[in-house]
């Protein structure tokens, strides 16, 4: 029996290895992490992270080839295929503080797993990592080897959060990449064979180490920029009475761009998009290469810019200040389907709520108020690092209060924030939100799932991100 070990238990370790011991009964998965607390929940009933359809998989398999364990040296000695899925923060000191990718998880992994092994290993980074860290794990194994032999393949995980078990299921392609030498060819055989249980042949590219690190990086920066370019024309719009949900559909009716990821919104968050691009431009700046870290770094840009301006277009609709006026915030999580909140744009417009002084109600139907309240207390990049390493929970910050009903957190406020696009906040009755909110009742929509028709037939006044404006808010104009 095939056994593989997946250092790191979170949104990427957890989802794929349950998915592998799923789709490949013959093979033993064991999940370890440093992270006591995450590996009692992968084995209760009540998972680490929200995704839909994980909890079947997870049940289906868990005990039988599916195991969670914090004996991490153990069932990485006992492996054949050692998947390392740690995190990888954006650096926050020294060298390339700011942009540059962390690396300290992976290498302290990387160094157990020399300490360890006594049997050959095939070692794959799934973790998502800058060009030619596989051979930098390389050289850390193999002078640490003890005659071990190690093949080291990049295998980035493309999956979204919010439907990772269906991505998982039917990826649009598996990456692998490996040395060009007969050992690492047959490493990269082993490693498709895993996949090939459920994964046509014909969506398993194989390519050498340094295409598969850089091909992960660039789709994130190619996906991020069709959200920044979409922003920018919302603003555009907004200044000229354009529509950007028909200019999105225009444009993306064209087969060469095609319709995906074109909604505007109040801006893209997640774990990747934003980290991935910084790294990005660190190794073209490395690389001698000025312009193209520019042109990179322009998409990040672009995302703030979304951010700023939404949070100004809040306040100076209301008279030029919040301060003292109840904000409800619905959504925090930084899309719909998933409770993760790293890097969510809501994080930043209500920092920016907080800055002008309004008190904020938050609702989000996944996320927990312990959760919301480190965000909102946590440093720049703090929260890519293992939870147990994290500030512990920060006092309450009274201007801030949670709730788990949309209708609390509207009740008295005199304007609602959308931020996570959730299917639920179609639904609510906005009658029901309007009589119970002081007048002038504001919408202000970063995500495009209200009609602003409508909520205007009600009495609100309504702010779609990229849609005409309302002529109240014609009057105030907000520079980002
Ligand atoms: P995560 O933070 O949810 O999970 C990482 C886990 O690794 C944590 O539970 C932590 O305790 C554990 N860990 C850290 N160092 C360890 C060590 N030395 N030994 C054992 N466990 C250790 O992170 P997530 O989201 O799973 O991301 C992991 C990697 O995958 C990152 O590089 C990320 O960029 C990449 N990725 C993430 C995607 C996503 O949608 N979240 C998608 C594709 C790639």
């Not at 800055?355 to 938050?362: E, V």
């Not at 009742?441 to 909520?455: H, S, Y």
Request: charged share 25%.
């Amino acid at each position: 029996m095939v056994k593989i070990c997946c250092i790191g238990a979170g949104y990427v370790g957890g989802p794929t290895m349950a998915v592998i011991a799923f789709k490949c009964p013959s093979i033993e998965v064991v999940v370890v992490d440093i992270s006591v607390s995450r590996i009692a929940a992968w084995n209760s009933d009540q998972l680490p992270i929200f995704e839909p359809g994980l909890d079947d998989v997870v049940k289906q398999c868990r005990g039988n080839n599916l195991f969670f364990s914090t004996n991490i040296e153990q069932h990485v000695s006992e492996a054949d295929i050692i998947f390392v899925s740690v995190n990888t923060p954006t650096k926050t000191r020294g060298l390339g503080a700011g942009k540059a990718a962390d690396l300290t998880y992976w290498e302290s992994a990387a160094r157990m797993i020399a300490d360890v092994s006594k049997s050959d290993k095939i070692v794959v980074e799934k973790s998502t990592v800058p060009v030619k860290t596989a051979e930098a794990i390389e050289k850390i194994l193999t002078h640490n080897s003890r005659g071990v032999k190690y093949q080291i393949l990049s295998n980035p995980e493309f999956l979204a959060e919010g439907t990772a078990i269906q991505d998982l299921f039917k990826p649009d392609r598996v990456l692998i990449g490996g040395r060009e030498t007969p050992e690492g060819r047959r490493a990269v055989q082993a490693l498709k064979d895993v996949y090939a249980h459920w994964v046509p042949e014909d969506r398993i590219i194989t390519t050498n180490l340094w295409s598969a690190e850089l091909s992960k990086l660039a789709a994130n920066a190619f996906l991020a920029q069709r959200i920044s370019s979409v922003n920018a024309i919302s603003a555009l719009c907004e200044a000229t009475g354009a529509n950007v949900s028909e200019v999105a559909y225009a444009v993306g009716k064209d087969s060469r761009v095609g319709p995906k990821f074109l909604n505007a919104s109040v801006g893209f968050g997640g774990s990747c998009f934003q980290k991935d691009i910084l790294n990005l431009v660190y190794i073209c700046e490395c690389n001698g290469l000025p312009e193209v870290a520019d042109y990179w770094r322009q998409v990040i840009k672009i995302n703030d810019y979304q951010k700023n301006r939404f949070v100004n277009r809040v306040v100076s609709s209301m008279f030029n200040t919040v301060s003292g006026k109840k904000i409800a915030v619905l959504g925090f999580a930084f899309k719909k389907d998933t409770g993760d909140t790293r890097e969510t744009p809501a994080i930043d417009v209500c920092k920016g709520l907080l800055g002008d002084n309004a008190k904020i109600s938050i609702y989000d139907p996944q996320v927990t108020e312990d959760q919301i309240r480190r965000d909102l207390a946590m440093n720049k990049f703090d929260w890519d690092h293992p939870v147990h390493l994290q500030p512990m929970s920060p006092t309450a910050v009274k201007q801030v209060s949670v709730t788990w009903d949309a209708y609390e957190a509207t009740k008295g406020a005199h304007g609602v924030c959308i931020l996570t696009e959730w299917d639920e906040f179609k639904e609510l009755d906005y009658q029901r939100i309007y009589d119970n909110m002081q007048k002038p009742a504001f919408v202000f929509d970063g995500r495009n799932v209200v009609d602003p028709e409508e909520l205007r037939a009600i009495g609100f006044i309504v702010y779609s991100i990229g849609k005409p404006l309302d002529s109240w808010l014609k009057d105030m104009p907000a520079v980002a």
